[in-house]
């Protein structure tokens, strides 16, 4: 099974409005941590967002929120208000085990092309 | 701010030839990772370091090798390049202890004909 799911190839949307991109992840780890980066055309991975599992709140940064569904295993991604600089590649991604564990490594979704038309 | 540099943006290669790709990082990160990228399938792991010397395996290590002789260097070894590692190869960086947030390069996409 995929441990990181994103079910969306492709998304359109119209310049400032609210879009989610979804992600759904499979781990039996108690701790794990999850991310979301941006790739626009250029090809450089850009760090967007991150959440814990153990997070009491949803993460926030700027106009980008993560919807975190601990039980249905969620991490939806919303950017609120898009620009056209957001149509990029976005990737969801997936760290398991603690922090204090060493090193670790994620494991990327297929990730979904977000397009934003004026 | 981290930065992390591969050697090459772009890289034209034949058939059986031997392959570098360099990754450098600036921010004494402990971990480095090589990852090749492909239409539909992601972002898929190839090797990673956590210390000098240090490799592991990946999701997809065959047809690869990698050397970390320095802690701010990654190479990733193609020992006799073939068709189907026509591909983007990305590079990043972590440091232990905090989120372990992965630092990119720009990526290097390799065709080898």
């Known amino acids: 099974a995929q441990k990181i799911t994103q079910t969306q190839p492709g998304m359109f949307v119209q310049e400032k409005e609210a879009v989610t991109l979804d992600c759904t992840y499979d781990?039996?780890?108690?701790?794990?941590?999850l991310f979301w980066y941006k790739q626009p055309s250029s090809g450089e991975m850009i760090f967007l967002i991150y959440q814990g599992s153990y997070d009491q709140q949803n993460a926030t940064e700027g106009r980008y929120s993560l919807n975190f569904q601990k039980a249905r295993k969620s991490a939806n991604l919303v950017i609120s208000a898009s620009q056209l600089g957001d149509s990029a590649m976005y990737f969801c991604?997936?760290?398991?085990?603690?922090?204090?564990?060493?090193?670790?490594?994620?494991?990327f979704g297929k990730g979904t092309m977000l397009l934003v038309s004026p | 701010d981290v930065k992390v540099t591969q050697s090459s943006r772009y890289l034209v290669k034949r058939t059986g030839e031997k392959v570098f790709l360099e990754c450098v990082q600036d921010?004494?990160?402990?971990?480095m990772f090589w990852y090749r990228q492909d239409p539909g399938l992601g972002l898929r792991l190839i090797y990673f370091s956590y210390d000098v010397k240090m490799k592991e395996k990946g999701d997809i290590p065959e047809g690869y090798s990698v050397s970390r002789e320095k802690k701010e260097r990654f190479s990733l070894i193609l020992e006799s390049a073939s068709t189907n590692q026509t591909s983007m190869y990305l590079c990043?960086?972590?440091?232990?202890?905090?989120?372990?947030?992965?630092?990119f390069g720009p990526g290097t996409r390799l065709t080898v004909l």
């Open positions: 991604a997936m760290r398991e085990g603690p922090l204090n564990s060493g090193y670790s490594t994620l494991t």
């Open positions: 990043a960086s972590s440091q232990t202890g905090k989120i372990n947030e992965q630092f």
């Open positions: 781990t039996s780890d108690p701790s794990y941590g």
């Open positions: 921010m004494d990160h402990e971990n």
